[in-house]
C-alpha cells in the first residue's frame, strides 16, 4: 500500500506544502538550500500518493547523475522502492532512452554507441586534417589542438541552438548577422564549425555512432516536426518535474515543454544565482522570463534556509549581492551564526595542499567523518596537488563526479577492445581497431595501417576483416602478429553469453595488454589499478550495450565506505549537494574569477556563491600568495565577505614560506595580502 500523504508532508514548511500540492505549471524560484530539491521530491510524492498518478507516468529530470541518483533514493525513501518512478534521470539519460527506441531519427541503426568528447575530438582531428592536406595551411600542434577543441565544443554548441547538419552553414551566418552569436567571439571559429558539422555528422552515421548532443537533439527535432511521434511521448507521462532549472539550455528547455505542454503539468524549481552553465549553453533567461514564457504560471518563493549557518549565508548574500542581473530574493536562517568563516593564504599550492589535508586530519581526530569534508576547486587541475596531499596523509579521498576516470588510457583502450570484439564486422569497430591494432607493439607501422585502410576501403569490409585476411596472405613477423592479435578476438567475441567482466579480463590478458603493463614496473601501475577497477565495476552490467552507455554518461559508482572518503570535485559538479564542512582552496586573483577570455564576471560570481553554500557549518577559503611561479593576492570575492564573518585562520600552526612548520600565531591575511581592511 502507498504511503499516507501526510506523513510525507509532515516535515516541510508551509510555504513548501504548498509548493509541492501545487498542480499545473509552476517553478519554484529560490536560495540555495532552501529545500528546493526537497520540495521537489515532496511534488512527485503528492503526485503519485495524493493524486493517484501512477509513478510510471511521471517524468523527473536533473542535470548529473549524481544528482539523479540522489533523488530516486530520496524518493524511495518516503515511498518505498515500490512505488518509486521509473522515469527518474537526467536529460541525456532519458533522450538516449528515446534514441535507443528509434534510432532512425538520428539516422542510425538499431545497437548505436555513444561518443564522448574525446572520441568527437578525434574525428575532427581528421577532418581538420583532411582540410590541411586538401591545401589549407598546416597549423602547428598547438593550433591544430585549439582548433579541435574549438570546432567539437561549437559543433555542440551549434546543436543546442536546435540547427541541424545540412543548414548549419546557412544558420550559423544567420546567427552571425543578426548578431546572436557572443560578443567578442571568434566568428571565424564559428565559421569553421558550421563547414564541419556536416561531414562530422556523416561520419558520426555511417560509424553508427552518437554523440553527447545527439542524445537530446534528434528527440527534441523529431518531437517538434512530427506531432505523432511528440504525442507518443508526450503521451506517456502525467507530470513532468525538473531540479536545477536555471542550467536548463534552449534545447532541454523545448524538450520539457514539448513533453508536458498537452496536459502542462511542468513543475520546475531553480536559483536563477547558481546558473553556471552559461559557458555550455545555458540560458538563465529562461528561468529569469519565466512569467512572460508561462502567462499562467506560478511562481513560488522559498526564502529560509534550512542548511548553512549565519555567517556562511553572511558570506554568501554578500557575494551574490553584487550581480547586478540577479533577481531579488531575500535568505535568512533560524540556525545560529555558527563559526566565521576561515580566510588563509599560504605561500603556494602545495602549502595549501598540505594544510588543508593537515586541518582535515585534525578534525577526523576530533570525530568529523570524512564523508563530511569536501574540497571544492575551480579547475579540475587543481585536484592533482590535492591528492597528492591526501595519499601522503593515507587519507581516503574520491574524485566526484569524475569523468576523468572514463577518460583514463588504459579505461578507454579496454572499452576499445571490447567494442572491437563485439562488432567484428562492422565499420562500427573501426575506430577501436585503429586504437588498439598496434598496443601493445605488433610491429604493425603507419604504412602496414595505411595498406589496410586502403584495402579495406576498397573492399567495403571493416578493418578488423581485412586485417584478417591481410594476416593470412603473408609470412612476415607483422603478419604473424597480426594474425594472432585476430584470432585472439574472434575467438573471444565468439564466446556468446559469456558475462562482461570475463570477457573483458580474458581480453586484456590475451592480447598482451596487461603484460605491457606489467612491464613498465611503476609506470603501469596506476594503469594496472584502473583495469581492474573497471573489471570490478562491469561486474554490474548484464550487457555490453549498458555497459558502454554507462561509460559514456562518464559516472561511477561510488560503493558505501565505513570509514568514508573525503570528497573532490569542481565547484560545477557541487551543484545541488551539501556537507558539514567545505574547504576552497585557489581564491587567488589569478586563478578565481577565470582570467580565460571566455570565463564571464557574472557567471565566476554565481559560481563563488554555489561554492559557498554547499557548506552546512564550516566554510574554509585559502589562496596563495604565488601560484605556478608567479605572484597572486587574494580575489574580489573575498572583499565581499563581511569582516564580521570571518576569521583569520586555524589558529594551531602556520607554514612560514620556508616550508616548515611552526606553531605560531594566526596566519594574518589583512597584513600579508594588502587587502584593505
Ligand atoms: P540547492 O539550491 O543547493 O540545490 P535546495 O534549495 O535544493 O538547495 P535542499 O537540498 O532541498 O535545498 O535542502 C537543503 C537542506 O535543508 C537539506 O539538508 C534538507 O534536508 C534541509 N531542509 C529542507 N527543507 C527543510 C525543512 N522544512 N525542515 C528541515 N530541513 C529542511
Ligand atoms: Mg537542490
Redesign the pocket.
Known amino acids: 500500500p502507498l504511503p499516507d500523504h501526510s506523513s510525507i508532508m509532515s ?3 508551509h510555504v ?1 506544502r504548498d509548493a509541492a500540492r501545487q498542480p499545473g505549471t509552476v517553478v ?1 524560484l ?12 515532496a511534488g512527485i510524492a503528492d503526485r503519485i500518493c495524493r493524486r493517484g498518478i501512477p509513478a510510471h507516468r511521471i517524468l523527473a529530470v536533473t542535470f548529473t547523475n549524481k544528482a539523479a541518483g540522489e533523488m530516486r533514493s530520496r524518493i524511495e525513501a518516503v515511498l518505498g522502492s515500490d512505488h518509486a518512478p521509473r522515469w527518474v534521470g537526467t536529460f541525456h539519460g532519458h533522450g538516449r532512452r528515446q534514441l535507443r527506441n528509434d534510432p532512425d531519427i538520428a539516422g542510425l541503426r538499431e545497437g548505436f554507441d555513444i561518443y564522448d568528447a574525446e572520441d568527437s575530438r578525434i574525428i575532427v582531428r581528421r577532418l581538420l586534417e583532411e582540410a590541411c592536406a586538401a591545401g589549407f595551411e598546416a597549423p602547428d600542434d598547438v593550433t591544430m589542438k585549439q582548433r579541435i577543441r574549438s570546432v567539437s565544443t561549437r559543433i555542440a554548441l551549434l546543436k543546442e541552438r536546435l540547427i541541424l547538419p545540412n543548414d548549419a552553414v546557412r544558420s550559423t551566418e544567420g546567427l552571425i548577422a543578426s548578431g546572436q552569436l557572443h560578443e567578442g567571439d571568434d566568428l571565424n571559429a564559428w565559421r569553421e564549425a558550421a563547414a564541419l558539422y556536416r561531414p562530422y555528422q556523416s561520419h558520426l552515421r555511417e560509424a553508427n555512432k552518437a554523440d553527447f548532443a545527439d542524445l537530446l537533439l534528434w528527440p527534441t527535432v523529431t518531437m517538434l516536426r512530427d506531432e505523432t511521434y511528440r504525442r507518443d511521448w508526450a503521451g506517456r507521462f502525467d507530470a513532468v518535474l525538473t ?2 532549472f536555471q542550467d536548463v539550455n534552449r534545447l532541454q528547455y523545448l524538450w520539457l515543454q514539448a513533453l508536458s505542454r498537452d496536459h502542462g503539468e511542468l513543475f520546475c ?3 536563477d544565482a ?1 546558473s553556471i552553465f552559461g559557458w555550455r549553453g545555458a540560458s538563465v533567461s529562461i528561468i529569469r522570463s519565466f512569467l512572460s514564457e508561462f502567462p499562467h504560471g506560478r511562481m513560488i518563493a ?1 526564502e ?4 548553512s549557518t549565519g555567517h556562511i549565508l553572511a558570506a554568501a548574500n554578500a557575494v551574490i549581492a553584487a550581480d547586478p542581473d540577479r533577481l531579488q530574493k531575500t535568505l535568512y536562517t533560524a540556525a545560529g551564526d555558527g563559526a566565521p568563516l576561515d580566510i588563509l593564504s599560504w605561500p603556494g599550492g602545495a602549502e595549501e595542499a598540505k594544510g588543508i589535508v593537515d586541518e582535515i586530519a585534525r578534525r577526523g581526530l576530533e570525530g568529523v567523518s570524512f564523508d563530511d569534508m569536501a574540497i571544492l576547486y575551480r579547475f579540475n587541475f587543481q585536484s592533482r596537488q590535492l591528492e597528492e596531499a591526501l595519499l601522503h596523509a593515507h587519507i581516503p579521498y574520491e574524485l566526484v563526479n569524475d569523468t576523468a576516470f572514463w577518460q583514463r588510457v588504459p579505461v578507454k583502450d579496454a572499452l576499445a577492445l571490447l567494442r572491437l570484439c563485439s562488432s567484428l564486422d562492422d565499420r562500427q569497430s573501426d575506430e577501436a581497431f585503429r586504437r588498439m591494432a598496434n598496443r601493445p607493439r605488433r610491429g604493425i607501422g603507419a604504412v602496414f595501417m595505411a595498406r589496410l585502410e586502403q584495402t579495406s576501403e576498397q573492399s567495403y569490409l571493416s578493418l578488423f576483416e581485412t586485417a584478417e585476411k591481410i594476416a593470412a596472405g603473408g609470412k612476415t613477423k607483422a603478419h604473424d602478429a597480426l594474425a594472432s592479435f585476430t584470432t585472439t578476438i574472434r575467438e573471444i567475441a565468439g564466446k556468446v553469453g559469456m558475462p562482461v567482466a570475463e570477457r573483458l579480463r580474458m581480453l586484456l590478458e590475451r592480447t598482451g595488454y596487461l603484460e605491457m603493463h606489467r612491464q613498465e614496473g611503476d609506470e603501469g601501475k596506476t594503469a594496472l589499478e584502473n583495469l581492474h577497477e573497471l573489471c570490478a565495476l562491469a561486474e554490474a552490467f548484464p550487457t555490453l550495450e549498458a555497459l558502454f552507455d554507462h561509460a559514456a554518461l562518464g559516472s561511477v559508482r561510488d560503493d558505501a565506505d565505513p570509514i568514508g572518503r573525503v570528497k573532490l570535485m569542481t565547484i560545477h559538479g557541487s ?4 556537507f558539514a564542512h567545505v574547504f576552497l582552496p585557489g581564491w587567488e586573483d589569478t586563478l578565481f574569477p577565470s582570467t580565460n577570455a571566455t570565463a564571464d564576471p557574472a557567471e565566476e560570481r554565481r559560481l563563488a556563491y ?1 561554492a559557498l ?2 557548506g ?1 557549518r564550516r566554510v574554509s577559503i585559502s589562496w596563495c600568495r604565488y601560484r605556478g611561479g608567479r605572484p597572486a593576492a587574494a580575489n574580489v570575492f573575498i572583499d565581499d565577505i563581511p569582516q564580521t564573518s570571518r576569521h583569520l585562520g586555524w589558529p594551531r600552526r602556520r607554514v612560514v614560506p620556508n616550508g616548515g612548520d611552526t606553531a605560531a600565531e594566526p596566519v594574518s591575511v589583512f597584513t600579508q595580502s594588502g587587502l584593505r581592511s
Not at 551543484?575 to 551539501?578: N, Q, R, S, T, V
Open positions: 516535515g516541510l514548511t513548501q519554484v529560490a536560495g540555495a538550500g532552501t529545500g528546493k530539491t526537497r520540495t521537489l521530491v531540479d536545477e524549481v531553480g536559483d547558481q522559498l529560509e534556509n534550512f542548511r551543484k545541488g549537494l551539501e554555489v553554500t554547499r552546512r
